[in-house]
């Protein structure tokens, strides 16, 4: 057999680090640390990006938001005050008769009271200017119905902020028109008050209000038309906003923010966040260049490289170092291999050798399902008799009936599975040996079978003895049973003698003792009489004594039906009777709710029959009589108790409480048998349960029980 096989996994850990050995594998490592670092490096790159950049856009719509805002109430201002001089009588009385030095007079008061308004003009109904402040002669009877602002505000006769337009007059520039209509008394439109807006006028309001660094913006109108911008210079014509057409191809305007690529080849992407003007329908747009959200994190991301490249280093010196010790203590291990497979080889041998099983090693036959001895200790060779020359042998050769107990179909399941069995003791026998054999087989790693067993002849003989002794008690025990049923038929039999037999003299003496006294009253004189009422009394007691004798043995023989028992009901039901015989008493009674317990409710009924009548009979004395039953928990059981405060008794004869005729107190002053406790004690005990009792003599006494 080569036990160094066996060996092979008390080397293992001289061996777990042999891969990391060659410098490719090494250089292996690194690189996959390299890989990792590297995307953990970009990982970190553009979670700190994505998180900057939605810093910077919820910034952004911020700004679109509140420049809205300020747009909408820079036009609301405009409006309420052209709305205020639309309702004056005297304006409205000069736009009715076309009075131009009168009109003229409000309109010059108008812009001088909201600075905001540049140039004010007049038409009427149809859009025919007929008088502007400043003077604008040029512009008197022309015909603008064909203009924006006149379109928007004669479609509803509300006020209305037009798209940015190019003047016709003056310079020409671009420039905003507020239309607001003038009714008369009767709500009919007399004319338009319109004010005139240059985008550089309001270019002057708009960048009073700041912008964060990087940020830039654009406010266009309802075409997508630049009013003002502060990333496009004014070329003073109508500029269209490179990224509106982006914009619309959302669909919804619920997509504040939005990415577009910068209008020039080759520059990066920008990101656009939108803001509505929704009185008047134009569009604020705040937008920056990737590159100055990149630009902000440029220390963040300078740290991490830095981070992760001293990282790398230190993890590829450790790798490098700890190849070194590992190729280093290989080199050791490799010189103190040989001295450790020595010495575990003369441990395995010993070991093989010195145990008090038999061991034998079998080498499977190739293509066969033949297996042959290579190898048996010498214990495996005195247990099975066999001499050296067994080397080589087939095993069926040396052990013919081993395929007969089934040893050799578990050789082959063994060798197949490499799964460890057990094999019972079982017989074999051929022309040489017979033996109770118990085995158990293994695989080594070299693909052979061991077989460790043992002789266990002489415990089967020892077993076939104390089957033999068991059978006998098993006999004995049948005939030791069948005379007690004997006995106790018999006991039946003297049971009904006693009952029959006993009674009918009993009750012979109690009968003529009662007609003596009832006919011979006057011929027997007061001794006489009270000689008669001693034997009445004498008999009956002793008819008791025999009831109570007969029901103490039927305790030991009823057959026990086992069920739920409600003892707060039986309690009840019992004190109620006993106070329908006493009628005269007052007796207290405190009962705990909700007990109950399992046993036979007969036995049960006659155990508290017997407490709770002596209860009551022991508090006969006690004017303020009172009776408690409850439960108590004692290590997890429950134990139900009677309690009185009766006359009690001294507890240092509380050991004969429960025999036969023991008691404590005279016939005298209190009347029974002594039978009563021994029959609790006996339902207790048939119940598998214990009763104690505790008492002080004046006090009352406490009876416990558990079943």
């Excluded at 060996?7 to 293992?12: L, P, S, V, Y």
């Excluded at 996959?32 to 910034?59: G, I, M, P, Q």
């Excluded at 006149?150 to 509803?156: E, L, P």
């Excluded at 317990?597 to 017997?610: F, K, Q, R, Y």
């Amino acid at each position: 057999m080569d036990l160094r096989r066996g060996n092979d996994k008390e080397h293992q850990d001289d061996t777990t680090y042999l891969w990391f050995m060659p410098v490719r594998h090494t250089v292996l490592v690194i690189g996959l640390v390299f890989v990792v670092l590297a995307v953990l490096t970009v990982y970190l790159f553009s979670e700190r990006y994505r998180s900057t950049r939605d810093k910077f856009l919820r910034s952004d719509r911020e700004t679109a938001s509140t420049f809205s805002l300020v747009l909408e109430e820079h036009f609301s201002k405009v409006i309420k005050g052209m709305e205020s001089y639309t309702h004056r009588p005297l304006l409205l009385e000069a736009v009715r008769r076309r009075n131009v030095k009168e009109a003229k007079r409000h309109l010059d008061d108008l812009r001088k009271t909201n600075p905001e308004i540049n140039i004010l003009a007049v038409s009427d109904e149809k859009g025919v200017v007929w008088m502007t402040s400043p003077g604008r002669p040029e512009t008197y009877g022309k015909d603008f119905s064909h203009r924006d602002w006149y379109k928007g505000v004669s479609r509803s006769w509300c006020p209305y902020v037009s798209n940015v337009l190019l003047r016709v007059t003056g310079e020409k520039d671009p420039a905003v028109f507020i239309a607001v209509p003038v009714f008369d008394k009767g709500d009919k439109v007399t004319g338009v008050l319109v004010s005139t807006q240059r985008t550089v006028d309001l270019e002057k309001f708009i960048t009073r209000m700041p912008l964060e660094e990087g940020e830039s913006i654009t406010i266009v109108d309802r075409n997508g038309y630049i009013v003002y911008s502060s990333k496009f210079p004014a070329t003073g014509k109508l500029d269209r906003y490179p990224f509106f057409d982006a914009f619309e191809a959302l669909g919804t305007e619920q997509e504040r923010s939005f990415s577009v690529p910068e209008p020039h080849p080759g520059r990066d992407r920008r990101y656009v966040s939108h803001a509505g003007l929704d009185d008047i329908g134009w569009h604020v747009f705040v937008s920056r260049s990737r590159g100055s959200i990149n630009a902000s994190s440029t220390g963040f991301y300078f740290q991490v490289f830095a981070i992760m490249f001293l990282l790398f280093l230190t993890i590829s010196m450790g790798l490098i170092y700890l190849r070194k010790r590992v190729v280093t203590q290989q080199a050791l291990s490799q010189l103190d291999g040989e001295r450790r497979l020595r010495e575990s080889e003369r441990r395995y041998r010993e070991l093989f050798y010195t145990t008090r099983s038999g061991v034998a090693v079998y080498r499977p036959v190739p293509g066969t399902e033949s297996f042959v001895i290579t190898d048996m200790n010498s214990r495996a060779r005195e247990i099975t008799c066999l001499s050296a020359d067994y080397a080589g042998k087939d095993v069926c050769e040396v052990f013919p009936e081993v395929g007969r107990i089934g040893l050799l179909d578990m050789f082959r399941r063994v060798r197949d599975t490499g799964l460890a069995e057990s094999c019972p003791a079982v017989l074999y026998k051929d022309e040489k040996i017979e033996l109770w054999v118990e085995s158990q087989v293994y695989r080594l790693p070299s693909g052979e079978i061991v077989a460790v067993f043992d002789d266990v002849s002489e415990q089967k003989r020892s077993e076939e003895r104390i089957r033999k002794l068991n059978e006998e008690l098993e006999l004995r025990v049948a005939e030791r049973t069948l005379q007690l049923e004997v006995a106790n038929k018999e006991l039946e039999a003297f049971s009904y003698s006693v009952s029959h037999d006993l009674r009918a003299p009993l009750r012979a003496i109690d009968g003529f003792s009662q007609a003596l006294l009832e006919d011979y009253h006057d011929v027997v004189d007061e001794r006489g009489r009270d000689y008669l009422v001693r034997v009445r009394a004498g008999s009956q007691r002793m008819a008791q004594l025999i009831d109570d004798l007969l029901r103490l043995s039927r305790m030991s023989r009823m057959d026990m039906q086992v069920g739920t028992v409600d003892l707060t009901a039986l309690v009840r039901r019992v004190f109620k009777d006993l106070g329908e015989r006493e009628r005269g008493r007052s007796v207290k009674l405190a009962v705990a709710e909700g007990i109950e317990v399992t046993g036979d409710p007969e036995l049960i009924a006659i155990l508290i029959e017997n407490l709770l009548g002596n209860a009551y009979k022991f508090t006969r004395n006690n004017a303020d009589a009172r009776i408690e039953f409850g439960a108590i928990d004692e290590g997890g059981r429950r134990v139900c108790f009677i309690r009185d405060n009766g006359v009690g008794f001294d507890m240092q004869y509380a050991d004969k409480l429960f025999g036969p005729f023991q008691r404590l107190h005279s016939r005298a002053d209190f009347e029974g048998t002594g039978i009563g406790l021994a029959t609790v004690a006996r339902i207790v005990h048939r119940h598998g349960g214990m009763i104690r009792a505790d008492a002080e003599e004046g006090k009352g006494a406490t009876f416990y029980f558990a079943l």
